[in-house]
Every structure is written in structure tokens, then in C-alpha cells.
């Protein structure tokens, strides 16, 4: 297992929320009360189990743990982004066309979106 400590920022650049379990997106609603933190029950039932875990570990009730796997398919995504964001570096260098540049801006926001999935 790995510990990661939280990193939530507090101001980010939009209102968007992310799932406190997985990390995707929550629907935006135009509901008052108390916002959502987590897309779905299963979510909800995982954070639980693993906040109880995490406090019989004696860990901070805000630790984020991932699985060996699960940090391994983040960091491979991660990996994604940089090989999306290079090819656009080299696609730059070698005078590509506008649409060729507009076709690996678009693959690079489809790889920087699928990592706000955490799990
Ligand atoms: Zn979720």
C-alpha cells in the first residue's frame, strides 16, 4: 500500500467537484444543502470502508490510500499526459498544420480528463 496525503486544493480554477472516492466529476446541481461528495452509492460504501480502515491504522481521518494497482494505473496515465503533451511539443517543432495540432490537443484533453478518474 501506498499513502498519499491529500492534496485537495481548496480554490480550484472552476466550481467543478470530483468524487471523493474516484475522483470523477460530480453533477453539477443547482440543489442547496450540504453538496454531494462521492457520484454514486458504491463510492460512498468504499470511502466508508476505508476511513474505518484508516482509522484503526491510527492514519488522519483525510489520508487517501491507494492499492499498489491503483497508483500504478495512475502513474500510467499520468505517463499518457506526458507522451499527449510531447507529441504536441514535437508535432510544434516539425511545423505541423493547424488541424494536425487540433487533433493532439483534443487526444491530450481526453487523456487529462480521464485523469481525474483516481481509481
Ligand atoms: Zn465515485
Known amino acids: 500500500m ?3 496525503t491529500e492534496t485537495t486544493p481548496t480554490h480550484r ?6 468524487c471523493a472516492w474516484c475522483g470523477r466529476r460530480l453533477p453539477t ?7 454531494r461528495r462521492y457520484c454514486a ?6 470511502a466508508y470502508e476505508r476511513r474505518a480502515a484508516v482509522h484503526r491504522g491510527g492514519l488522519p481521518d483525510d489520508a487517501v490510500i491507494l ?14 499526459l506526458r507522451c499527449a503533451a510531447e507529441d504536441i511539443l514535437t508535432a510544434l517543432t516539425d511545423g505541423a498544420t493547424h488541424g494536425e495540432l487540433h487533433t493532439l490537443a ?5 487523456t487529462a480528463t480521464d ?4 481509481r
Do not use: K, W
Open 106 to 110: 483534443t487526444n491530450m484533453v481526453t
Open 29 to 35: 446541481t443547482g440543489r442547496v444543502g450540504r453538496p
Open 115 to 118: 485523469l481525474e478518474r483516481l
Open 13 to 18: 480554477r472552476d466550481d467543478t467537484r470530483h
Open 41 to 46: 452509492q458504491p463510492c460512498r460504501q468504499r
Open 67 to 80: 492499492s499498489h494497482d491503483e497508483l500504478a494505473d495512475l502513474q500510467d496515465r499520468l505517463f499518457q
Open 2 to 4: 501506498d499513502l498519499v
